[in-house]
């Protein structure tokens, strides 16, 4: 008995070693990563640093004499700072309760490179800043082509414009596309970059020849900002409050699947224009309104109201809008094959062609002599974009001596069977370079349109049928498919247009 005692004593002592030792283990093993854990955490707290939006890289573009906005995130009241090579100066502000702070720094006039550092207590410096023009080429696969044009789908002489396009003062940013059905703070990753083959034949062609006619005659630095999907609808482009008047118009909810990505409303908002909402801006190039052919009438009303929407969103006034009117194109090839009526893309081009004088400070580039039939995508984007340059040179810059804007009908007085449709913006007179004008129809009170007499005169067109005794309405060019004929004498086509409501 006293042996087993003795040998239960000894069991007793081992076991108590035993789970005295697991527990020493055990101590030392949370101790260990109680201390790893402290460790990681103060690492990762010398590591945090203020962290900014994607639009804000290294080689970024600055509008110039102008107080940008920059934003971004940190911890709860941090004190945010930012410091500019330029002038030497501190910016300070305090990161609210959920982290999110903003302020707005002084530009000076264009130059650089400049760096600028923004600091919560760990600095982030961004190299190699511009400071210059800054605008948005926005809108759908026409904006969105680049300058080495689609698969199968040139652009006349993209190869020799990549060639000579580096430019250490043009500076190009792409938004990714993104379509979600809720509001993003910030979009997916992307990077400024200096113009050279590389990034300019991925670039926007409408928007790079637009920047670079600009970098040209103003000689100063330029910034493009493409935010553009392919196939996009207006409405995918405007916020679900600017919608809400139109109750035929569904805004998707949290959680809905997107089965039309670049044609469901507010989605690309969400993805990729309110992100970059508030980026300093001098102003926006549009060219948009394919999708949207079908419904005329509704543009009409709808692409004033996006571009107001904007405006008030950017908070700089009413910036510079210059667009592209669509160029004509046989649009019953696509499905549903829609033809006849108002499925006649001419009436999408008059829609832009009014939104003119409902825009204020806006202007519209017209391609009527650059369609083709068969391709949606005109090879001729060189014309397109130095057009929109154009408008901005004349009408935002105040360059003068050149040509900017196209002929626009004005007025229409009838003489007998004769209609006399007069011209605005063609102080030098029109002309059709010497070929016959055969778009003109007119149209007495029956509304039956008959192909039409077009005689040119120094800023108007005596146009009359013999089927026509009392003309009450005139259209030109408008099919869906036509080549433009009309033009002032720098070479830039008149819209189609129409007189009549019918």
């Not at 549903?336 to 832009?352: I, T, V």
């Amino acid at each position: 008995m006293e042996h087993l005692t003795i040998q239960n004593r000894k069991k007793n002592i081992s076991y108590a070693s035993f789970y005295l030792s697991a527990m020493m283990k055990t101590y030392k093993f949370y101790h260990i990563l109680m201390m790893l854990t402290l460790t990681c955490t103060y690492a990762l707290s010398l590591n945090a640093q203020v962290k900014l939006p994607s639009i804000f890289t290294n080689n970024m573009v600055l509008q110039q004499q102008s107080e940008c906005a920059f934003w971004g995130w940190s911890e709860k009241g941090k004190n945010i700072s930012i410091q500019t090579s330029w002038n030497g100066k501190r910016y300070t502000t305090k990161a609210d309760a959920a982290g999110k702070w903003k302020m707005l720094v002084p530009t000076p006039a264009a130059g650089g490179p400049y760096n600028i550092t923004i600091s919560d207590g760990k600095p982030v410096t961004l190299n190699n800043v511009l400071i210059g023009e800054v605008w948005i080429c926005s809108g759908q696969s026409n904006m969105e082509m680049p300058v080495k044009g689609f698969k199968g789908q040139p652009i006349i002489g993209s190869n020799e414009a990549i060639l000579h396009s580096k430019n250490k003062n043009i500076r190009l940013y792409t938004v990714p596309r993104s379509s979600v059905t809720e509001r993003q703070d910030n979009c997916k990753p992307s990077e400024w970059k200096e113009a050279g083959p590389e990034a300019v034949s991925n670039f926007s062609a409408t928007g790079y020849f637009f920047g670079r006619l600009l970098n040209e005659m103003l000689d100063v630095p330029v910034g493009l900002i493409n935010v553009s999907y392919s196939g996009s609808f207006a409405e995918a482009w405007m916020s679900p409050d600017a919608l809400k008047v139109y109750p035929d118009v569904k805004i998707p909810a949290k959680g809905d699947t997107i089965k039309a990505v670049s044609r469901t409303p507010t989605t690309l908002y969400n993805g990729m224009l309110y992100p970059i909402i508030g980026y300093s801006i001098k102003g926006s190039i549009w060219y948009q309104g394919e999708s949207n052919y079908e419904n005329p009438d509704r543009y009409e009303e709808l692409f004033p109201k996006m571009v107001n929407e904007w405006r008030t969103l950017w908070n700089r006034g009413e910036f510079p809008f210059y667009y592209a009117q669509i160029a004509p194109y046989n649009y019953a090839q696509l499905p549903p094959y829609n033809m006849g009526g108002k499925y006649n893309s001419a009436y999408l081009r008059d829609a832009q062609r009014k939104a003119e004088t409902k825009i204020s400070n806006s202007g519209m580039a017209v391609l009527m002599d650059i369609g083709e039939e068969d391709n949606i995508h005109p090879a001729h984007k060189k014309e397109g974009g130095e057009r929109l340059a154009l408008l901005a040179l004349g009408k935002t810059y105040g360059l003068k001596g050149f040509g900017y804007t196209s002929p626009s009908f004005d007025s229409t007085s009838v003489n007998g069977n004769i209609m006399n449709v007069f011209f605005q913006n063609a102080p030098n007179g029109l002309t059709s370079f010497g070929k016959k004008l055969t778009s003109f129809e007119i149209a007495g009170s029956d509304k039956v349109f008959y192909p039409a007499q077009a005689v040119l005169l120094r800023n108007s067109i005596a146009v009359s049928s013999p089927n026509v005794a009392k003309p009450v309405a005139v259209r030109y060019a408008f099919k869906d498919f036509t080549k433009g004929e009309l033009f002032s004498t720098e070479g830039l086509p008149a819209s189609s247009f129409r007189t009549d409501n019918w």
